[in-house]
């Protein structure tokens, strides 16, 4: 028994397999609330899930923390509306959630399927999960007991780095935070990039481009943000115009958003 939380804003009609698909769980709380948008018809989803629909797009964080109160179960899935991951997944690691109830967890997640671990991680090809605080928010489970009790996730940042916010909170308060490196989830970081050796530099609209920047250096400035991670969010700024120069971008309008967001989050 849990509850699914998806946050929407105009999606495409590939949202449809995944709400079927949830449905074939027996006891699930699917949650869909809606950002305001103004290109989708949910009209054939309202019969399936619990639609709450906000007037405007009020940011992934506040849209995340309406779903979990929401919710009718204690542990609660996050999706955006462009993932993907079959129900016997998601049993599988709410199974292994339940089977190590010893363990003081914070968030665990399915690992995505693009996503390079060998950039990010230090693992054993024998391991079955990787302990780590930067875990994407789209598949990642929690209790809402847990959350609601450190007050859900920051609404102030609107997007990006709202996981990380609240995985450092969690580590902070003692919990530990997992990747099952074996269970994969169907997720996109932006869109589709210029590729060099084993990277890929994903490319997104200019205001990402700012609220990368400023939670980047409102997430550098905590105290409860780990030391080896400040440098990295402090200059996250650089990341971005390095990714948009990777890509030969010519908008300047993302440059000067990379830039304006950096100067906005030192008054964050």
Same mark, same amino acid.
């Given at each position: ?8 804003? &105009?999606?495409? $009609? ?6 079927? /698909?949830?449905?074939?769980? !027996? ?9 305001? +948008? ?16 906000? $007037? /405007? ?6 849209? !995340? ?10 542990? =609660? ?5 462009? @993932? ?17 109830? !010893? ?20 693992? &054993? *090809? ?7 605080? %930067? %875990? ?8 809402? /007991?847990?959350?609601? +009790?450190? #007050?859900? =996730? &920051? *609404? ?6 709202? /996981? ?12 530990? &935070? ?14 589709? #990039? =210029?590729?060099?050796?084993?990277? *890929?530099?994903?490319?997104? +609209? ?5 609220? @990368? ?14 030391? $080896? ?16 120069? =990777? ?13 304006? #967001? ?7």
């Amino acid at each position: 028994m849990f509850s699914v939380v998806i946050v929407t804003y &105009n999606p495409k $009609k590939n949202i449809f397999k995944f709400v079927d /698909e949830l449905k074939k769980i !027996q006891e699930v709380n699917v949650i869909i609330v809606d950002n305001g +948008s103004y290109d989708f018809d949910f009209t054939t989803l309202t019969d399936k899930v619990n639609l709450v629909k906000l $007037k /405007e797009n009020f940011g992934i964080a506040k849209a !995340q923390n309406i779903g979990v109160m929401h919710s009718i179960y204690d542990e =609660v899935f996050f999706f955006d509306q462009d @993932s993907f991951i079959s129900n016997e997944k998601l049993i599988e690691i709410l199974k292994y959630k339940n089977d190590n109830w !010893q363990i003081k967890f914070g968030v665990i997640a399915p690992l995505v399927t693009n996503f390079y671990l060998k950039d990010k991680f230090k693992y &054993n *090809e024998s391991d079955l999960f990787i302990e780590t605080d %930067i %875990i994407q928010s789209s598949g990642s489970l929690v209790s809402k /007991e847990l959350y609601l +009790s450190i #007050g859900g =996730v &920051n *609404e102030k940042l609107f997007i990006d780095c709202v /996981e990380y916010d609240l995985n450092f909170r969690l580590k902070s308060l003692g919990y530990r &935070n997992f990747i099952l490196k074996n269970i994969t989830l169907e997720h996109r970081f932006g869109d589709p #990039g =210029v590729i060099k050796g084993n990277k *890929e530099y994903v490319r997104h +609209s200019p205001i990402r481009y700012f609220y @990368s920047s400023r939670n980047g250096v409102f997430l550098a400035k905590q105290k409860y943000t780990p030391m $080896k991670f400040k440098l990295d969010f402090y200059i996250s700024f650089l990341r971005g115009i390095k990714s948009l120069l =990777v890509n030969k971008s010519s908008d300047l309008k993302c440059y000067f958003y990379c830039i304006k #967001g950096w100067i906005n989050g030192m008054f964050l």
